[in-house]
């Protein structure tokens, strides 16, 4: 199985990732088959490779995460070739994560055929751009719920006109307000 987050808003990709991993790590606690590469790492490719190729340690599912896979013709060019070769589109025993801070735009610009295949039918595809309005409004709430805290709308307001819709800056602002706060309603005058 192939799934294939991609986008412009490198915090909430990375969150994508994370869910998929953590719900991974709760279902199979061991960990024995979660592998995660950076393939603009030299040695990566053959890692990836020693990766797929191992037995599954007590038929445990395989989950391999892989990003950077555009950074070099040559890595995406083996990437492609390693998908096609160990059927990972169809594979039920692995799934194969590809995360890439890359816009629509960018990715078009991209290995072509690699591109294709992620984006293909039998992929589970996420397109995580920045939020804005109502959409942005509600990611905060539900961050601030998170941490068991909750944000006023005029505080809300305020934090995304100083902050804009950048979710790393938000996080930590948000973070540094639940902290303040602890479990009580954010403020205007907190802002």
Known sequence: MLIFFYGSDPYRLRQARDEVVQRYKSKYPSGFNLFSFDISDVDSLDRLKDAIESLSFFGEHKLIVIRNIFSKKSQAEATFKYINQYNLATASDITLLVAEDYSDKDVAGKHQELVKLLLGKSSLVKNIE?????KLEEWIRQEFKARNCDIDASALNKLINIVG?????LNNEIEKLSNYKKSEKVTGADI
């Open 130 to 134: 920045p939020l804005g309005g109502i």
């Open 165 to 169: 819709n950048d979710t790393w800056r």
